[in-house]
């Protein structure tokens, strides 16, 4: 049967139990939110910061919530692979002006 989505390469499959589960998109960004760095806060609950995630290096746009005394990443957020960053940051100009028209 076709399924939609990627499939499991043998590594992953032999890596332990597999319930159909996604794994926790949540506990994976909390874990390596720690290892990024913070660029700046942009507003109370929102920070830019660049981590690696998955082995790439990417440019996190994200919200924050306060649990337990810890600031955790939301779901609200964006994460920006190096090529992609790289398209925005050369069209800051631009968009720069449109805000400006806009405003």
């Known amino acids: 049967m076709w399924r ?3 499939k499991r390469n ?3 499959s032999a890596g332990g139990s597999f319930d159909g589960a996604p794994p926790s998109k949540k506990l994976a960004m909390a874990e390596s939110d720690e290892d990024g760095i913070v660029v700046c ?3 109370k609950n929102r920070r830019v910061s660049v981590r690696s995630w998955q082995g790439k290096v990417v ?6 919530y306060v649990k337990d005394g810890k600031q955790l990443p939301g779901k609200k957020g964006i994460s920006l692979p190096l ?9 800051i100009e631009e968009i720069d002006e449109a ?4 405003t």
Do not use: A, C, P, T
């Open 10 to 12: 043998d590594e992953e």
């Open 83 to 91: 090529d992609q960053w790289q398209v925005l940051r050369d069209h």
């Open 4 to 6: 939609k989505g990627k």
């Open 59 to 64: 440019v996190d746009i994200r919200e924050f």
């Open 41 to 43: 806060e942009i507003s």
């Open 99 to 102: 805000v400006k028209e806009n």
